[in-house]
């Protein structure tokens, strides 16, 4: 029987050991048998490491065109074969760190040209990463630079071309745009990260980003300032907004999309005179009883609507929230459980100033006094953290340490409360507790702030 062939891509990767010498092994050992046979092979390309543990050696890349009679999933096993004959042990390896070979499947086409597409036990044809990365791409300009690739349309000449000019984000600018990006990356097997936020990014936003990045084949971002959460419009006003200098950072930190949208954008043919309709509204759950549910109405049914529709849209795989938003944190995992599980929502800790006080977007709202009165919130928190673990476990005892610090000239504070984390009630619980956490909010110069912490874990 004669057996048909395919034409398949290649990447070759590597930055521990001498990376050219594994590159020429690797390739005799590919041919060795006769069924193997390399049409073009690209020059090797030195790139820094993308991702993964810091500090890491700068990679080598290259890339080969194949013909072959073995059938993509048993090229694949050649080439892990390879892999493991040349020192690389898969089981055991870091994800993303320091490789002495990384063969890749790119892409394989049948004999009439047409692309083969496999998602399954390891084997995902084409790859869902290759068009996000240019140190993929350029060393397959030189074997396939007229390649068509699946997601974008793109030829690998101006994909490549692309990604120099936007820093490899696509900025798409609706949720209808979003919706199908994501379809295609899902359809290529890409797993999604996403990071839902209101934009004005600080490190605590990139951190999630990055773990974002880290732990999917793909992140994702929107930015969209959603007035379905704000009761008093003076504050959606004035809320920070930099859609350019987001767009900047998240070309940064690995993110591959991020999309923005209107109202309308998110419920199209829903809204009424510009409004939502309060039937459309999401139940945000047991978590918005109280506190924030308390003080600001309407902002977690605001929160919970807008994440569900966008969860519709992305379907991500993980979605990533920052803990700083204790409530907002319950009310994100009510939305998931409602769908089903899905996403896995990863609570990520809140990531503070050298001063202490936890990132914002409104911190950049703060000014002249205010910055420094501001850090009386995380003191408090920290002082009852301290009684907390000097044994102290009587509620009233670490709320009274606690607003002992908060309640000051200056500050105006909306609540200061000490609550069970896994036994979440409208009222502040009596007596001891196993778990606590310390939530404060306050108005510090007319500029509302959140704060929490949890006091039987480390800082965050
Ligand atoms: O935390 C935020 O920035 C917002 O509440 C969110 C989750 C993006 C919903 O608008």
Known sequence: MVRSRITAAIALGANVGEPERSFKRALSLLERDGDVQILR?????????????????SYTNGAVLVETTLSPRTLLERLHGIEAHLGRD????????????????????????????EHGDGL??????????????????????????????????????????????????SPAEARAWCEAARAAGATIGFVPTMGALHEGHLELVRRAAMENDLACVSVFVNPLQFNDPADLEKYPRDLAGDARLLAE???????????????????????????????????????????????????????????????????YFGAKDFQQCLVVQHVADRRGGRPEVVRCPTVREHSGIAMSSRNTLLKGAACEEALVISKGLH??????????????????????VVSVPGIDVEYAEVRDPGNWTLEAPGGALDRAVGLVAANVGGVRLIDNMEFDEGVR
Request: proline content about 9%; charged content about 25%; hydrophobic content about 40%.
């Open 41 to 57: 092979r690209s020059h090797w390309h030195g790139t820094d490491a993308v991702g993964g543990p810091a500090a890491q050696p």
């Open 90 to 117: 898969r089981a055991n390896e870091e994800r993303r760190g320091p490789r002495i070979l990384d063969l890749d499947l790119l892409y394989a086409m049948d004999e009439d040209g047409a692309p083969l597409a």
């Open 253 to 319: 930190v690995g993110c591959a999309m991020v999309f923005t949208g209107s109202l309308e954008g998110f419920f199209p043919g829903e809204l009424v005179d510009g409004e939502l309709p309060a039937a459309a509204y999401i139940h945000p759950g047991p978590g918005a009883a109280g506190l924030e549910g308390e003080y600001r109405p309407g902002h977690l049914e605001g929160v919970a609507t807008i994440v569900d529709r966008l969860f519709e849209v992305v379907e991500p795989t993980r979605a």
């Open 383 to 404: 002082a009852a953290k301290a009684a907390w673990d000097a044994g102290e476990r009587d509620v009233a005892s670490l709320t009274r340490q606690l607003r002992d």
């Open 124 to 173: 995902h044809l084409p790859h869902p990463r290759m068009e996000e990365r240019p140190f993929v791409l350029a060393p397959l300009k030189e074997v396939a630079p007229d390649q068509r690739l699946p997601r974008s349309g793109r030829s690998v000449t101006e994909q490549l071309d692309f990604l120099e000019q936007s820093g490899g984000l696509a900025r798409l600018e």
